[in-house]
């Protein structure tokens, strides 16, 4: 069947290939330039790549670094236990799986980093370890109180 040419099925089957079997380019096809929607330009690149930036353009207001991954880590656990709220103020169910998971990953934070925190950053750790402990702790008593 030679291109263009339309069988009893109501299928015309058109060689849009580019080269051809000799390895010519081919002229496009009149109607590829019509099915073809055009697509946007992309936007241009910004000014200043992020690796091009100082420090202080890319850090988070308010300070970044371990004090942020501690705060990200340990509000995951509180949220996991059931002690924060949802988004629209309801209630979430704990799920102490994965609340033990946080909590641990936080372990292996401390103990990773054991002598190369400064004191303030040792005694957070130590301090939200201790509390997401007894909180997962008063999470478990309260749900085997209600399962009996």
Do not use: C, W
């Not at 009149?30 to 936007?43: F, G, K, S």
């Amino acid at each position: 069947m030679s291109e263009g040419q339309t069988e009893g099925s109501g299928f015309k089957v058109v060689d849009r290939r580019a080269f051809s079997s000799d390895g010519t380019r081919r002229q496009a096809h009149p109607e590829d330039a019509e099915r073809r929607p055009e697509l946007p330009t992309p936007p241009s690149p910004p000014e200043s790549s992020p690796i091009e930036m100082d420090q202080e353009e890319y850090a988070e207001p308010g300070g970044g670094g371990f004090e942020t991954l501690v705060s990200y880590l340990s509000t995951t656990a509180m949220f996991q236990l059931g002690l924060l709220p949802g988004p629209g103020g309801e209630h979430i169910p704990p799920d102490l799986v994965n609340a033990q998971r946080s909590i641990d990953l936080l372990e292996v934070l401390q103990q990773k980093t054991r002598g190369n925190l400064t004191p303030d950053e040792g005694r957070l750790l130590e301090d939200v370890l201790y509390e997401l402990r007894m909180s997962f702790v008063e999470t478990e008593k309260r749900r085997a109180k209600k399962a009996k």
